[in-house]
């Protein structure tokens, strides 16, 4: 199983923090899982222009690909102005429409103030639908608060990552399983 990580900002260390440790906890519990972060801050990513990903080089090519060959994806993102961020954006925009078919994708927001926790149902989720995600119902909301010399300080969102990792595996393992079988009813 592969599972990428997105830490969707080019600006800011809290999702990139939240999203270090959440990548750290597949590491540490499923050692078997390919786990990768990609952190938006550390590549040059054109904006997209309507072509197909696989048409893209460099830095958007090799993102686009990697999210592409993906089991399951961990999307963390900051709210900016009560959005996800325009780096997150454009990355949907490079993908194509049903890029998240048979993909499990669980969600991770850091936010300045808990007023932005309907982000996620009002954006980012009808989003990712749209591209067919099988979505992890729960999402981690981290506020300001809970953030200190870029580290996580509640012991509740810690908690609360670790279930959002282990809600992405099973769910993943599970629709893996189920599509295998549905397969195998064709029997060819």
């Not at 390919?34 to 090799?62: H, K, M, P, V, W």
């Not at 729960?138 to 012991?155: A, G, L, W």
């Amino acid at each position: 199983m592969k599972i990428v990580g997105i830490s969707g900002s080019i600006v800011g260390s809290k999702t990139r923090t939240a999203m270090d440790y959440t990548v750290k906890v597949i590491k540490e519990k499923y050692p078997d899982i390919e786990a990768t972060l990609i952190d938006l801050a550390e590549y040059d990513i054109q904006f997209s222009d309507g072509r197909n990903y696989l048409e893209y080089e460099g830095d958007t090519g090799y993102v686009t690909k990697m999210i592409m060959e993906a089991d399951a994806l961990i999307i963390g993102t900051p709210v900016f102005q009560a959005a996800i961020p325009a780096t997150l954006k454009n990355i949907f925009d490079l993908l194509p429409e049903k890029a998240f078919l048979d993909k499990v994708v669980s969600m991770l927001v850091t936010a300045g103030s808990s007023k932005h926790y309907l982000m996620v149902d009002q954006q980012l989720k009808p989003i990712l639908s749209y591209m067919k995600a099988q979505l992890v119902q729960t999402y981690v909301f981290i506020e300001e608060k809970d953030f200190y010399r870029k580290e996580i300080i509640n012991d509740d969102v810690l908690f609360r990552i670790d279930r959002l990792v282990e809600d992405t595996v099973l769910l993943t393992e599970t629709y893996t399983e189920i599509r295998k079988a549905k397969e195998a009813e064709y029997g060819f």
